[in-house]
């Protein structure tokens, strides 16, 4: 199964988890093995029962970004950064008090970092059937779609029969 979207900071790498092809939502974590492939990817270990968490925290990211904070909240709740000193250096761990939810929670706490630096940046593909969110990186701001190939075309190819139809057809 190949995600439409990847590479992008983690929260929303987690929201393209999930996604619409034809009609229909597609799940990586229903593939075996996405969850720990998923994992590896952001550098984080196979984590046993982390794949309920996770879905729930795709859920609340998704809820999060229509602007409803509130499952956001529970799960940010559910963790904290811990500061440490090793040998004279600064480290800081994850905490929770389940340890399934770590991960879940750090792509949630990834979410508030976005908001934190660039929340303008933070967005939806612009084509309204597409449900993938990216952070627009680029110089002047202008991405518009999770990527030109999927949707930008797709989109271009609509205008230009639009334009290019005869009145009355
Ligand atoms: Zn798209």
């Given amino acids: 199964m190949t995600r439409p979207l990847v590479g992008?900071?983690?929260?929303?790498?987690l929201v393209n988890t999930a996604w619409v092809d034809q009609g229909a939502w597609v799940d990586f974590f229903d593939e075996p093995g996405g969850v720990e492939r998923w994992l590896a990817e952001h550098g984080l270990s196979p984590s046993p029962g982390a794949r309920e968490p996770l879905i729930a925290t795709r859920t609340a990211l998704r809820a999060a970004l229509g602007g409803d904070d509130g499952p956001l909240d529970e799960i940010l709740s559910r963790g904290s950064r811990?500061?440490?000193?090793?040998?004279?250096?600064?480290?800081?761990?994850?905490?929770?008090?389940?340890?399934?939810?770590?991960?879940?929670?750090i792509a949630a706490a990834?979410?508030?970092?976005?908001?934190?630096?660039?929340?303008?940046?933070?967005?939806?593909?612009?084509?309204?059937?597409?449900?993938?969110?990216?952070?627009?990186?680029?110089?002047?701001?202008?991405?518009?779609?999770?990527s030109m190939e999927a949707c930008g075309n797709r989109a271009?190819?609509?205008?230009?029969?639009?334009?290019?139809?005869?009145?009355?057809?």
């Fill in 8 to 13: 992008e900071p983690m929260a929303l790498d």
């Fill in 82 to 105: 811990r500061p440490r000193l090793r040998d004279g250096k600064v480290h800081e761990e994850v905490v929770a008090d389940i340890p399934a939810w770590i991960p879940a929670w």
């Fill in 110 to 146: 990834d979410l508030v970092r976005l908001y934190g630096e660039r929340p303008e940046r933070i967005r939806k593909c612009a084509n309204p059937a597409c449900v993938l969110w990216f952070y627009d990186i680029s110089k002047n701001g202008s991405r518009r779609w999770c």
């Fill in 156 to 169: 271009k190819t609509v205008r230009f029969q639009q334009r290019h139809r005869a009145p009355g057809s």
